[in-house]
């Protein structure tokens, strides 16, 4: 089945018929999704500002990363709940949409980047062995925001 069979089968289907149905349902969602965003950009900036050294150069980067990774981890999973009720609501929108493919391979990319390389940093006895690479740090804040982007495009492609 290609993705138009899929998103036809989708539309057709009694989950999707009620998200469309209620008109509070889609924009209750997105609303959630964007809080949802700005919560792991939040989380993301914090913690990868603090690698960098711009942000509490004076706190420790275990306790950081403690305090915010966690609120990313959370924020993720309303993304994929929320994201999930969107594709379902309207899967011609967004499964036939590069821009989502897109969206989706570098969401995919910063998060296996952001738990492979910050995780440890929760760890308090590896962290200390680490050595944050400040080159990453850029990296993970240029895929989150290019999946803001990305998201935002979907719209408009």
């Not at 990453?136 to 240029?142: T, Y």
Request: net charge positive.
């Amino acid at each position: 089945m290609d993705m138009h069979g899929l998103s036809e089968w989708i539309y057709a289907t009694a989950l999707s018929a009620a998200i469309r149905d209620n008109a509070w349902v889609v924009p209750a969602v997105q609303s959630i999704h964007i809080i949802a965003i700005a919560v792991v950009m939040g989380a993301a900036l914090v913690t990868e500002l603090r690698v960098l050294g711009i942000v509490a150069p004076d706190e420790n980067l275990t306790v950081v990363a403690q305090r915010y990774l966690p609120w990313m981890w959370r924020a993720l999973a309303v993304l994929l709940a929320t994201g999930l009720v969107m594709i379902i609501g309207e899967p011609d929108r967004t499964l036939s949409n590069v821009t989502f493919w897109i969206k989706m391979a570098l969401v995919s990319v910063a998060f296996l980047a952001s738990l492979a390389l910050r995780k440890p940093l929760l760890d308090s006895t590896r962290a200390a062995r680490e050595a944050p690479a400040k080159g990453l740090a850029w990296i993970l804040l240029a895929l989150w925001v290019a999946v803001i982007f990305c998201g935002r495009w979907i719209a408009y492609s």
